[in-house]
């Protein structure tokens, strides 16, 4: 079992450029979550989805997009970095809820834009 | 909407002391609630959960009782070892998903 694995491990952007983080999990987890988390914060949620075909906005969404075609897979994808979107990209599973509520975490992506 | 305030840090120990890190929440309905433990460079790693009113959550030493009279969570490790250096993250599931809202995490500091 890999877990939640997550590519790149860094990048550096430019402003206006695009890129997708990747995010896959083998656990079979029906709910996948992205998360970023800015130099001595918490994270904050971006976009999550609770199953193939579904996906709904978090906390922070403004300037990023999702999709969710495969129950492995949930991709994030920045349309025109700013450098507000440098920051360390976590995605996230679990189990559906009443299933253990527990979120298993990827090693994350760091990501600047200049 | 929901909140987790959390201890600030950074908390610098010697080995062997007590630990005890804060957190309370604000919260509608019936959160879960977690610590979560980020080493250097790494992803987050689960610690421990709770998930109703007086649930104890324990791993590793450490522990945490979900108290809803105080809407506390705190977080306690009797005697803590150079390993336990980290950052702890607070957090609370709630919503459709048990998404989770994050503490903004106290970095910990074990001394040999």
């Known amino acids: 079992n890999a877990g939640v694995t997550q590519t790149p491990k860094f990048r550096i952007l430019k402003i206006g450029q695009s890129m997708t983080l990747q995010c896959t999990q083998d656990?079979?987890?029906?709910?996948m979550y992205w998360y970023r988390q800015d130099p001595g914060m918490g994270l904050k949620l971006i976009y999550y989805?609770?199953?193939?075909?579904?996906?709904d906005k978090g906390e922070v969404p403004n300037g990023y997009n999702v999709s969710r075609s495969t129950t492995e897979d949930f991709p994030l994808r920045l349309e025109l970095a700013a450098p507000s979107q440098t920051s360390v990209y976590f995605c996230?599973?679990?189990?559906?809820?009443?299933?253990?509520?527990?979120?298993?975490f990827g090693p994350g992506t760091r990501l600047t834009v200049t | 909407g929901d909140s987790v305030t959390q201890m600030e840090g950074p908390v610098t120990l010697s080995e062997e002391a007590f630990l005890t890190i804060n957190c309370t929440y604000t919260a509608t309905g019936y959160p879960s609630l977690f610590w979560y433990v980020q080493y250097p460079g790494e992803g987050l790693q689960l610690l421990l959960k709770a998930t109703k009113a007086d649930d104890k959550g324990s791993n590793k030493g450490f522990e945490a009782t979900y108290r809803k009279e105080t809407t506390s969570f705190h977080l306690e490790k009797g005697s803590v070892q150079v390993s336990d250096s980290a950052v702890y993250f607070c957090a609370l599931g709630s919503g459709s998903a048990r998404q989770l809202t994050f503490g903004s995490g106290t970095q910990l500091t074990v001394l040999p």
């Open positions: 996230a599973s679990s189990r559906p809820r009443g299933q253990g509520d527990e979120q298993y």
């Open positions: 656990m079979n987890h029906n709910y």
């Open positions: 989805s609770v199953g193939a075909g579904i996906t």
